[in-house]
């Protein structure tokens, strides 16, 4: 089964793949996108069971390992080559294991506020957080696609054409109704992934750059934050980290300017560093 995907840019530029968290879609990364497409060809997925494709049957299909070879193929089959990823949240603990299980593939990694942290939130059991989610996702209705925008442009620090187009990619008219168009089951079967396969397990086997790009808010969790980046980094030494001021898990709607910034003089960086040696 091929992925749907968007993409900009041309194709005789470096390869960027975007690789979106649990419940959006490929074209939440438009805004970025755009503003690389001058240096980058620009890929971005729906994964299975987001945007526009359809859920995988078995829960265990979801589970990282599994995903990074479903996605080495897809790359495969676009003929990418010197491939650098960019995740965002359960984007970037797929992105840290195709790093580590498919090295020959990904010339680099930047992280978008994810694949950092190993524990859910404190004292709430794997089950209780299934229950949750699915619970949440079940709540979730709207009326009319107006009441949808309006919950999320309430729910966002700013708002752009790319933003909500990204938003309307990551929900579903069902009997009438605006729904988000990840099913429980999907996003159960995320989690329980990323429970079971925790991007610790991965860290020793990768090799390439890695950038983390990582928010200050909330500061409530400034002090886990810390220690799991530390974590990160007694691990994986050569990875490079810096905070995103003022920014939420949503990084990359908040500031996306800086976003890009960060990533160009990074990459720019490393190409240099390389040609060098």
């Given at each position: ?243 995103i001021p003022n920014t939420s898990h949503e ?27």
């Open positions: 089964m091929a992925l749907g995907y968007y993409e900009w840019g041309n194709q005789d530029n470096p390869a960027l793949v975007f690789l979106h968290g649990m419940g959006s879609s490929g074209l939440s990364f438009g805004e970025l996108a755009k503003l690389l497409q001058n240096d980058f060809y620009v890929i971005a997925f729906d994964l299975p069971g987001h945007g526009g494709e359809v859920s995988l049957d078995n829960e265990k299909e979801y589970f990282p390992a599994r995903m990074a070879e479903r996605l080495s193929n897809f790359i495969d089959s676009l003929w990418l080559t010197d491939v650098y990823l960019v995740g965002h949240s359960w984007g970037a603990h797929l992105a840290l294991y195709m790093a580590g299980l498919y090295s020959e593939k990904i010339k680099g990694l930047v992280l978008l506020d994810g694949g950092y942290f190993q524990q859910g939130p404190a004292g709430v059991s794997l089950n209780q957080q299934l229950t949750d989610v699915g619970a949440f996702i079940d709540s979730v209705c709207f009326a009319s696609w107006n009441e949808f925008l309006d919950s999320e442009r309430a729910n966002s620090s700013r708002w752009s054409k790319e933003i909500e187009e990204g938003c309307l990619a990551q929900a579903a008219e069902v009997d009438g109704e605006i729904r988000l168009s990840i099913s429980p089951f999907t996003a159960k079967a995320v989690m329980k992934g990323m429970h079971l396969e925790p991007t610790a397990a991965i860290f020793p086997k990768v090799q390439s750059p890695v950038l983390l790009l990582h928010s200050t808010m909330p500061k409530e969790i400034e002090e886990e934050r810390h220690e799991a980046i530390e974590y990160l980094l007694n691990v994986i030494p050569h990875a490079e980290v810096q905070a990084i990359y709607r908040d500031a996306p300017e800086i976003i890009v910034s960060k990533l160009k003089e990074w990459f720019y960086g490393q190409t240099k560093s390389c040609a060098n040696t």
